[in-house]
């Protein structure tokens, strides 16, 4: 179970997670998950941001 006090997940957590969450990575360099997003240009990634924030 996450520790719920600093929120960090475990080993076996990080692993069941990734396996539901569709492009995502474990980093090698720090303890964390990561996905790159790519966008046309700097206004569809401006425009997302947006979207994102207000949902």
């Excluded at 995502?24 to 360099?29: F, L, T, Y």
């Amino acid at each position: 179970m996450a520790n719920l006090l600093n929120g960090l997940l475990n080993h076996k957590e990080k692993a069941v997670a990734l396996q539901r969450l569709d492009g995502w990575v474990e980093r090698d360099d720090r303890d964390a998950l990561a996905k790159t997003f790519k966008f046309k240009d700097f206004n569809a990634a401006f425009a997302w941001m947006i979207l994102f924030m207000s949902s």
